[in-house]
């Protein structure tokens, strides 16, 4: 199915069926090997140009479509309409003081968002773009502040998924595009996804298979001047470095302005708490008496342990990346009372992995209400 307009077409069984496959069983708990064999699958769907001249359409009516980028799925709008940017918030139960990330076809749109581009931010973008970078700048004027949930500045990046640019180039104007969940929840990197997150709330949904990424773009922000990183992705800190001749900051649990630092964000709905190698006998152990744990590791399920399931998880951080969300989704369905993870090494490969599952994990915890997500 190229496109998919789920509301005409498919009922939700056949949707599930037709984007996931015949691994998707429902009997839960036997999850692990279903999932298991699912590992290596990717599909590649048609989008044809009929397709996006509707999704173009669409847009320019100020409907939502989602699409599919390199990193996870965004729920697009017409970044110039203020209605359709307002329609973004209303669909993903979003609070209005978290910005969007505009998405544009090219380098050369930047200009329209930004007066202030400074030279290492320009460097970034030509190493970078189209690819899972975003750029936070000075926003120039005209930016309107439901965009930017009312700061002066303004995120932008150039996909790289075909999709995204052919529906960019074809729009001939940019696109605002949060991942495409409920605010709080785990990204989507497959349509179905995208369906289970927002359902009606999305007037169609261009379906090009699984995000290769599967984790959300690195946020680099010049507010001041200077690189600093808001959010890590699948463009390292030592990339960026590299690229720039120079030390970059890191990424600090108290910045205020970037939600997606904030705890209990990118979380299945199943309580998620992480623990080391070492601590994982004793921590099932005394979890497992509170009812069935799910388990995900990067190792083979050592004999006797008392996981409910136990999924083993890919040893590679791209890989690992690439199925994680999707994972977590499945154990999350897994009706097990919590999902532990293994902790992922501390290297710099793994440092976005690492700080989605804290994320991630925020959720298993009493924190206070002002623990969100985006
Ligand atoms: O990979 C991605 O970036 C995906 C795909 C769809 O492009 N998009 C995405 O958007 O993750 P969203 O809205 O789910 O997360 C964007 C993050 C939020 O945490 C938001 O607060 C932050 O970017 N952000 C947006 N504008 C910002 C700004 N002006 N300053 C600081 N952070 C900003
Ligand atoms: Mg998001």
């Not at 509301?7 to 069983?25: A, C, F, M």
């Amino acid at each position: 199915m190229p496109l998919v307009h789920w509301r005409d077409h498919v009922s939700s069984h056949e949707r599930r069926r037709k984007t996931e496959q015949t691994w998707w069983r429902n009997d839960r708990l036997d999850l692990a090997n279903k999932i298991a064999g699912t590992v290596h699958m990717s599909y590649k769907l048609e989008v044809t140009d009929e397709d996006i001249e509707q999704a173009v359409v669409l847009l320019r009516a100020g409907k939502l479509v989602a699409f599919p980028t390199e990193t996870v799925y965004g729920l697009g709008a017409d970044a110039s309409k203020v209605s359709a940017i307002r329609a973004v918030f209303a669909a993903k139960q979003r609070p209005a003081d978290h910005p969007l990330i505009v998405h544009l076809a090219d380098m050369a749109a930047v200009k329209h968002w930004t007066d202030v581009v400074p030279g290492e931010a320009w460097r970034l973008a030509e190493v970078f773009w189209p690819g899972p970078l975003t750029l936070v700048l000075p926003r120039a004027e005209h930016v309107p502040s439901e965009l930017t949930g009312g700061q002066d500045t303004v995120a932008l990046r150039v996909p790289s998924h075909p999709i995204a640019l052919r529906l960019l180039n074809a729009f001939n104007g940019a696109l605002v595009a949060p991942s495409a969940n409920r605010f709080g929840r785990l990204s989507p990197t497959t349509a179905a996804h995208v369906h289970d997150e927002l359902g009606d709330a999305v007037d169609l949904i261009l379906d090009g298979g699984q995000c290769a990424i599967g984790i959300e773009s690195t946020i680099v922000s010049f507010r001041q001047g200077r690189a600093v990183i808001l959010r890590p992705g699948a463009v390292t800190a030592k990339q960026i470095e590299d690229t720039l001749h120079s030390e970059i900051a890191v990424p600090t649990q108290s910045s205020p302005r970037v939600p997606g630092s904030l705890a209990s964000h990118y979380a299945p709905r199943t309580p998620l708490k992480i623990a080391t190698e070492d601590d994982m006998e004793n921590f099932l152990r005394r979890e497992s008496a509170n009812g069935p744990v799910a388990v995900l590791a990067r190792r083979n399920r050592p004999q006797g342990t008392r996981a409910a399931l136990w999924q083993v998880a890919p040893s590679s951080p791209t890989e690992y990346a690439r199925q994680l969300y999707w994972l977590l989704r499945r154990m999350d369905d897994a009706g097990c009372q919590l999902i532990v993870v293994e902790s992922v090494p501390e290297m710099p490969e793994w440092a976005a992995i690492g700080d989605r599952l804290m994320r991630a994990a925020a959720n298993g915890f009493d924190l206070a209400n002002e623990a969100t997500g985006t």
